[in-house]
C-alpha cells in the first residue's frame, strides 16, 4: 500500500461545484503540504501543516482551504470551483525529524478537471 | 526569495550517452538543493540531495549532482543513459522564507532514445 494516498485520483467536475481532495498517510510525518502542477509552471504551493493546528497559506491559496482532520489526513477542498482550477494536484508529507534538509514524500496525485 | 531555474524544457539523449539537466538557482542563505523524479501518472519521487559538504552528490538510480556554488548551479548528470530514465525531472530549493516547504522549478522532460 501506498505510504501516501490520494482520493479521488481522477474527478471531473462543474463549474460552481464544491470539491474535496483527500490525503492521508501512514508514515507518520507530521508535515504535510498541498501542491498544484500545471504544465510549464512546475509545482506551486497551496497549504501546508506542520501539525494538526497548524495550517499556512502557500503562495497560491485564492480559492482553496484545507482542512488538517489528524496528524494522518490532511484535506483540500475548492468551494466553487472554476475551469483554471483544473490541474494536478499532489498531497506531500515530510519528517519533522528531517530538519530543513529533510525531503518530500509524494502521493500519486490527483487529477481535476473543471467544466 | 528562493527560486530555481530549468532552462530546457526537453532534454534528448541517446540510451548509453551520458546525461546533463540543468538547473541554477537563487537563494538568501544556504543552499538546501533537490532534484525530484516524476515518471508518468505517478507522484514525485526524491532523487538526491546537497545539504553541505562535498559538491558531488550521489542518488538513486546512478544520478549524481554537482553544486557549483561560483556559478549557483546544480546540474543533475548520469554517466550512461537508460531509457528507463525517461520522465520529468524538477529542480528544487529550500525556501528560507518562512517554514520548511520547497521551491520547484518548471521542469525538464528527459526522453532517452535507442
Known amino acids: 500500500d501506498a505510504d501516501v494516498t490520494q482520493t479521488p485520483r481522477n474527478r471531473i467536475t462543474k463549474t460552481g461545484k464544491r470539491i474535496m481532495l483527500e490525503c492521508s498517510q501512514t508514515?507518520?510525518?507530521?508535515?504535510m503540504y498541498w501542491y498544484r502542477q500545471d504544465p510549464g509552471l512546475g509545482l506551486r504551493l497551496i497549504y501546508y501543516?506542520?501539525?494538526?493546528?497548524?495550517?499556512n497559506k502557500g503562495e497560491i491559496s485564492d480559492g482553496y482551504s484545507v482542512s488538517r482532520q489528524a496528524q494522518a489526513k490532511f484535506s483540500l477542498s475548492l468551494e466553487s470551483a472554476i475551469p483554471n482550477q483544473t490541474a494536478l494536484y499532489f498531497c506531500?508529507?515530510?519528517?519533522?525529524?528531517?530538519?530543513?534538509?529533510?525531503?518530500?514524500?509524494f502521493g500519486e496525485g490527483s487529477r481535476l478537471t473543471v467544466l | 526569495a528562493q527560486s530555481v531555474a530549468q532552462p530546457e524544457d526537453q532534454v534528448n539523449v541517446a540510451e548509453g550517452n551520458p546525461l546533463t539537466v540543468k538547473c541554477t538557482y537563487s537563494?538568501?542563505?544556504?543552499?538546501?538543493l533537490f532534484w525530484y523524479v516524476q515518471y508518468p501518472n505517478r507522484g514525485l519521487q526524491f532523487l538526491l540531495k546537497y545539504i553541505t559538504g562535498d559538491n558531488l552528490v550521489k542518488g538513486s538510480y546512478g544520478f549524481e549532482a554537482e553544486f557549483n556554488k561560483s556559478q549557483t548551479s546544480f546540474h543533475l548528470k548520469k554517466p550512461s543513459a537508460l531509457v528507463s530514465d525517461s520522465a520529468l525531472y524538477f529542480c528544487?530549493?529550500?525556501?528560507w522564507g518562512g517554514g520548511n516547504k520547497l521551491t520547484f522549478g518548471t521542469g525538464t522532460q528527459l526522453k532517452v532514445e535507442l
Open positions: 537563494v538568501s542563505g544556504n543552499p538546501y
Open positions: 528544487a530549493v529550500r525556501d
Open positions: 501543516s506542520f501539525d494538526v493546528k497548524d495550517i
Open positions: 506531500a508529507t515530510s519528517d519533522l525529524k528531517g530538519g530543513f534538509g529533510g525531503e518530500l514524500f
Open positions: 508514515k507518520g510525518h507530521d508535515r
